[in-house]
């Protein structure tokens, strides 16, 4: 399978734990995207990376989260002291550097803070 | 801020029929619009897109229109099938953006046998 991968699907954690979201894109994808999606709502943008370079955040991004992409390739999204209102799917996406084109989405990553 | 936002939250369909899905957008600077479909439990899957440039783009059973008077976009499915039933967004590009997409809410087609 050679689409954009994340892992894990799934998962649950309890209020004030820490949680890793990884995202492995398209490989010869220069751009990754996190969304934020919650039930019945459109992905909203967290954040972007071209190659290792996070080149915008999203004000939704508040100090808890933190994103890496250190070597232009897989991507992590920490999520610090995690609360409730965190619940979410969380997506990655990726692209090539083309001015216009499509987003290609992984499956994402389901978050449920207990 | 400005955000795309759809006219219906559902919409139904037979079988055969054709499905119209609509989308006003309020950012007149927004340059590239995008449709996606997202299956239960799945992340969204790029259908069709056009550039603001165009009024008219077609795809395999699929039609954008884009009317940027009343920044308007509709989707057009000719023959819907059971296998379109899913949520449908669409998405906009802000020109000169950092090529990040804003979604609207979505619309549910449920094709009926």
């Known amino acids: 399978d050679t689409g954009v991968s994340q892992n894990p699907r799934h998962k649950i954690t309890k209020r004030g734990q820490n949680v890793t979201f990884r995202c492995d894109p398209i490989s010869e994808h220069n751009r990754l995207y996190w969304y934020r999606q919650t039930l019945g709502q459109g992905p909203e943008f967290l954040t972007y990376?071209?190659?290792?370079?996070?080149?915008?955040k999203s004000r939704l991004l508040s100090d808890r989260f933190s994103a890496e992409r250190p070597k232009g390739s897989f991507s992590t999204l920490e999520i610090q002291r995690t609360e409730q209102g965190d619940s979410a799917m969380y997506l990655c996406?990726?692209?090539?550097?083309?001015?216009?084109?499509?987003?290609?989405f992984g499956e994402g990553s389901r978050l449920t803070v207990l | 801020g400005e955000s795309v936002g759809l006219h219906l939250p559902t919409l139904s369909v037979q079988e055969g029929d054709n499905s119209i899905i609509n989308c006003a957008y309020s950012n007149s600077a927004s340059d590239y619009f995008i449709w996606y479909k997202q299956e239960s439990g799945k992340g969204p899957q790029f259908i069709i897109d056009?550039?603001?440039?165009?009024d008219k783009r077609q795809g395999q059973r699929v039609t954008v229109l884009l009317n940027k008077t009343v920044k308007h976009l509709s989707l057009q499915i000719a023959a819907t099938q059971p296998g379109d039933s899913a949520v449908y967004f669409c998405?906009?590009?802000?020109?000169?953006?950092?090529?990040?997409?804003?979604f609207g809410s979505g619309t549910q087609l449920t094709v009926l046998p």
């Open positions: 996406a990726s692209s090539t550097g083309a001015l216009t084109g499509e987003l290609f």
């Open positions: 990376f071209q190659n290792e370079a996070q080149l915008e």
């Open positions: 056009i550039r603001s440039n165009m």
């Open positions: 998405a906009e590009r802000l020109a000169g953006s950092a090529r990040q997409l804003t």
